[in-house]
């Protein structure tokens, strides 16, 4: 391990990168045999939920709590980092045991990137973006005790945020179309069916 990262563990073996990544892609996948933040897909799982919430660099430090509680409630000892874009001279993977001080350094490590965290089959997925949202998507059980509430009214501070952001502002059409995706047609879709929250159409 480089002494560059203190806790984390670089994954830089293209084969171990591909295969971890071929696990997210049962469900994120993006543009061919890839993950590109510009063609986002998500794959719905028979009783998953999906739900985006606000955050900058992604985890705050409330965040990185209750993201450690809600990991280990659910019996995960490993969390898997995989790039959400092209990156030059930076791991494109990290597996890291959960703890406090791992998921610290990676969001002081990664707060920049785009990246999606998993652990297990995947058991869950959170997507952290650099649209000012993570997207996090699982259980109903997981979701909500990361959240730390319910569901609708995660949607509606979504919506607030979305509204916030000027008519001009290209993210502002971004958020919105998140927004309408996951809240209204989600719902609607049968496992194994996909749907494309971006690029903005």
């Known amino acids: 391990m480089s002494e ?35 063609k986002l897909n998500i794959i719905k799982q028979s ?10 660099d992604h985890f705050s430090e409330e965040d ?7 990991v280990l409630q ?24 959960a703890t406090a001080e791992t998921i610290a350094e990676f969001n002081h490590e990664c707060g920049h990137f785009w990246f999606a965290l998993y652990a297990g089959e995947p058991d869950w997925v959170i997507i952290c973006t650099k ?32 509204l916030s952001y000027s008519d001009d502002d290209p993210e502002k059409k971004s958020l919105l179309q998140v927004y309408n995706l996951l809240s209204r047609e989600y719902p609607k879709i049968n496992p194994g069916e996909i749907i494309q929250l971006l690029p903005v159409s």
């Open 4 to 38: 560059e990262w203190k806790f984390l563990k670089p994954i830089f073996n293209y084969e171990e990168v591909t295969k971890l990544r071929e696990t997210l892609n049962k469900i994120v996948i993006g543009s061919g045999s890839t993950v590109e933040p510009s």
């Open 47 to 56: 009783d998953w939920i999906t739900i985006p919430t606000e955050s900058r």
């Open 64 to 70: 990185e709590i209750k993201l450690l509680q809600a």
């Open 74 to 97: 659910h019996e995960n000892q490993e969390i898997v980092a995989i790039a959400f874009e092209p990156l030059k001279a930076f791991p494109l993977a990290f597996v890291f045991p």
């Open 131 to 162: 649209l000012d949202f993570l997207m996090i998507t699982g259980k109903h059980s997981f979701v909500s005790q990361f959240l730390g509430y319910e569901i609708q009214p995660a949607f509606a501070d979504f919506y607030e945020l979305a």
